[in-house]
């Protein structure tokens, strides 16, 4: 998202226009150096048991989802100084969840209501919520981001296994993004410049996932480029306002059939996405959820633990991109960050030493 109170810092418009093919330099290989971030749980709800974080402002408010007393998730925001709110539901709904939130402190997700199927939605800064209008032949639908004029981006359900991109405009109305050709598609994040980012399915024996950027107002959509001698199984996940984009893709290990998930970014002006490579020493899987203005990309990797994961960043350097462990919990073996603003918060989700998923903040 954009850093309201750095109003004067240079950024690149519309820069999806054009085909975003991306490579830059690769991950630098060694050890891991430390991050001097600390791991602070985050509250949950009164009686719940579990929560996560999913996205932070740069204002530091967090949203995300926290399970009740009951056992129902509710869509959760928390304050700078962590103190949580219930955001609630839609009229006689049973559960929601809080996806994205922009600088001007409007938030979106999705949540059911009484005798309809789960939708998307948004909240207002006062804590009002509101069902976000239908695409024609939708069954479900949910919002996963939001930028700072209003303009919201998700999918829809409206078939077997198929599912339409949407926008949502200011006032509510939904329409699908991009092409009747691309098949299945879905939309994970829009930046200040209307630079949509998602995928696309190809309904195939294949079943090639596309990364695909959307400039609002151009239906023609842009295939991104995937790592060279892999199968095309591209996810992306979020873009910043300088073009930057980040998901996961799968790699390629010469005559092996494997092709591990790896974290990727694709940046203006190359020919092949970045692989940003794994954790020195861990397994052989990584996916990058966000980047924020600073270039700064956060995520997760696999540990040498059996099914581990910890939340790491990537930073750029002069000979790569630099991969960082972000702390676990104590006794925990699972961590995910899911969402970093420009002041360099990070949020998540993390395994404490009870089996409980909870939402975190790194901090210094």
Known sequence: MRDLRRSKRVVLAGLATAAITTSGLPASAGAAPSSGLDIVQLGELPGGTGSRAAAVNDRGVIVGSSKTADGHDHAVRWDPDGRITDLGLLPGGGHSRATEINNNGDIVGAGDAAGENERAVRWAPDGTVTALDRVPGEHNSGANGINDDGYVVGSASVGHLMSLAVVWEP???????????????????????????????????????????????????????????????????????????????????????????????????????????????????????????????????ATNTTNGRQAVLWEREENGWRIVPLPQLPGGTWSEATAINDDGDVVGIAGNAQGQWVAVRWER
């Not at 494997?258 to 020493?281: F, I, M, N, Q, R």
């Open 171 to 301: 006032g509510g109305t939904a329409a699908p993004i991009g092409p009747a050709s691309l098949q299945s598609t879905s939309a994970a994040a829009i930046n200040n410049h209307a630079v949509v980012a998602g995928s696309t399915l190809e309904s195939s024996r294949f079943n090639m996932f596309w990364a695909v950027t959307w400039t609002l107002g151009d239906a023609r959509g842009v295939v991104l480029p995937h790592l060279p001698g892999a199968r095309v199984r591209d996810t992306a996940l979020s873009v910043n306002d300088n073009g930057l984009v980040v998901g996961r893709a799968d790699s390629y290990l010469g005559s092996s059939p494997y092709y591990p998930d790896h974290a990727v970014v694709w940046s203006p002006g190359a020919d092949v996405p970045t692989d940003l490579g794994t954790l020195p020493g861990g397994g052989d899987y990584s996916v990058a959820n966000d980047v924020n203005d600073e270039g700064v990309i956060v995520g997760t990797a």
